[in-house]
């Protein structure tokens, strides 16, 4: 083979992994992705998201998870809890599932499937 149909076979597949390569992470460039509900506190101070997410691997594969989050008007986060793919299976926050504050704003019930998450708000810094 001559030196010059080497080069340019060497080449051509260096450029089709790296097509390859870019293709890839633009599949999983959105990643984590997913949708969820939100719900403001009765004292208007905080939000509660909740939220379902499937991050996918460069390598294939992907992880589902409940990501839960109380944040104040500024962001702040006060509480952040991830709960990783139940053996019951995932539900979709926009459309199942209840978000639930205490009527003083001390704590929120995230309800889905059985399950109830409570997170305490008291002591928190806001």
Not at 3 to 21: D, H, K, Q, Y
Not at 54 to 73: A, H, I, K, L, Q
Not at 76 to 103: F, K, L
Request: hydrophobic content about 35%.
């Amino acid at each position: 083979m001559k030196p010059r149909l080497a080069i340019s076979l060497a080449l051509v597949a260096t450029m089709v992994v790296a097509i390859g390569a870019v293709y890839r992470c633009l599949q999983i460039a959105d990643s984590p992705s997913g949708g969820g509900r939100s719900h403001e506190s009765p004292d208007k101070q905080l939000t509660a998201t909740a939220l379902d997410m499937t991050e996918r691997y460069y390598f294939g594969g992907s992880r589902s998870f409940y990501d839960f989050v109380v944040e104040t008007r500024t962001r702040t986060q006060v509480r952040h809890v991830v709960i990783e793919q139940p053996p019951e299976g995932m539900i979709n926050w926009r459309s199942d599932g209840s978000i639930t504050w205490a009527n003083d704003s001390s704590s929120v019930t995230y309800s889905f499937k059985g399950t109830q998450l409570t997170l305490d708000i008291r002591g928190s810094e806001i």
